[in-house]
Nanobody, 125 residues
Framework: VQLQASGGGLAQAGGSLRLSCIGS????????IGWFRQAPGKEREFVAT???????RYADSVKGRFTISRDYGRNIVDLQMTSLEPEDTAVYFC????????????????????WGQGTQVTVSS
């Protein structure tokens, strides 16, 4: 699976951005797609994931503000980000994992096999 993340940019606090993870080489219907982010000087952290049968999971810090969704026809997983905060500033990565991932591993970056390049999100106060 090849993944490409896009849609990053600059937003003001309270604003919105939509990220897209575009896949090729394999149907997304059989792949868990996760979003992670990494801010300067910090470790990569889980943001959200969408598993074919185990559904959606969100980090507490984005719950209620971010929504992950899948367009099966176009092999795209979107991350709609609203009510953005300066703390959301980071490089965002999408990653793909096998359908066999167990629920407890969904937030773990090490559980994902495929990674796209990052896209920068900057939120100004």
């Amino acid at each position: 699976v090849q993944l490409q993340a896009s849609g990053g940019g600059l937003a003001q606090a309270g604003g919105s951005l939509r990220l897209s993870c575009i896949g090729s080489g394999r149907s997304f219907s059989d792949v868990a797609i996760g979003w992670f982010r990494q801010a300067p000087g910090k470790e990569r952290e889980f943001v959200a994931t969408l598993h074919p049968s185990r559904g959606r999971r969100y980090a507490d810090s984005v719950k209620g503000r971010f929504t992950i969704s899948r367009d099966y026809g176009r092999n795209i997983v979107d991350l709609q980000m609203t009510s953005l905060e300066p703390e959301d500033t980071a490089v965002y990565f999408c990653a793909g994992g096998s359908r066999g991932m167990i629920t407890s591993s969904l937030p773990l970056a090490t559980a994902y096999d495929y990674w796209g390049q990052g896209t920068q999100v900057t939120v100004s106060s």
